[in-house]
């Protein structure tokens, strides 16, 4: 049974204090990737990988740090530089190729920083 | 500046009726685009994809077409049911699905 698994789904965390969001995939797909969405606004990139140990930033990724030492795995952090971090955090995968390939997202981790 | 814009927040339905949702873009060089469907508080699905060598593709109920000329795709579900009513994001990329920049979502409402 493939696909995407995001724990937790809800998480609270006060303020200051790093958080890591979990993101594992069993579909052997080269390419993962973070989004942030927020309220009434589409998704957002935060960070992608194309291939292990390696990583680009997105259009958003400052206060965020990521890591890619397994193919199947790749944690978000989220720190305590990140000025608005509560948001909706969905991690997708896909292998993209010569005739386009679509991602797969996982169910999402809802973070709340108070 | 928003290079994948749905400039309709929202769109309701009769059920049985045609839904048409619409996707404008400004980057000429987006040559893959995807739409996806959400329910509150999970991951997008995967609907639908139409590269730019074609101007139309279809899957069950729901087609989607590509203008180019126009940088205008939209995605038609004909008909419509109750278990449509969601979120309905379109997605593009210029490099084949390698990154893709997301539209803000239309918010479907099909009505029994």
């Known amino acids: 049974d493939g696909g995407i698994t995001q724990s937790p789904k809800y998480l609270f965390r006060k303020e200051g204090q790093n958080v890591t969001l979990s993101c594992e995939q069993n579909?052997?797909?080269?390419?993962m990737y973070w989004y942030r969405q927020d309220p009434g606004q589409g998704l957002r990139l935060i960070y992608y990988?194309?291939?292990?140990?390696?990583?680009q930033k997105g259009d958003i990724a400052e206060g965020y740090s990521v890591s890619r030492e397994k193919k199947e795995s790749f944690p978000l952090t989220v720190t305590s530089a990140q000025k608005n971090p509560t948001a909706f955090y969905l991690c997708?995968?896909?292998?993209?190729?010569?005739?386009?390939?679509?991602?797969?997202f996982g169910p999402g981790t809802r973070l709340t920083v108070t | 500046d928003q290079q994948v814009k749905q400039n309709s927040p929202s769109l309701s339905v009769q059920e049985g009726r045609i839904s048409i949702l619409n996707c404008d873009y400004t980057n000429s060089m987006f040559d893959y685009f995807l739409w996806y469907k959400k329910y509150p508080a999970e991951g997008p699905t995967f609907l639908i994809s139409i590269s730019s060598i074609k101007d139309k593709n279809e899957d069950g109920r729901f087609t989607v077409f590509l203008n180019k000329s126009a940088k205008h795709l939209s995605l038609h579900i004909v008909p419509s049911q109750p278990g449509d009513s969601a979120v309905y994001f379109c997605?593009?990329?210029?490099?084949?699905?390698?990154?893709?920049?997301f539209g803000p979502g239309t918010r479907l409402s099909v009505l029994p």
């Open positions: 997605a593009a990329s210029a490099n084949y699905g390698q990154n893709f920049v």
């Open positions: 990988s194309q291939i292990v140990n390696d990583f």
């Open positions: 579909l052997n797909h080269d390419a």
């Open positions: 997708a995968s896909s292998n993209p190729g010569l005739t386009g390939s679509e991602q797969y």
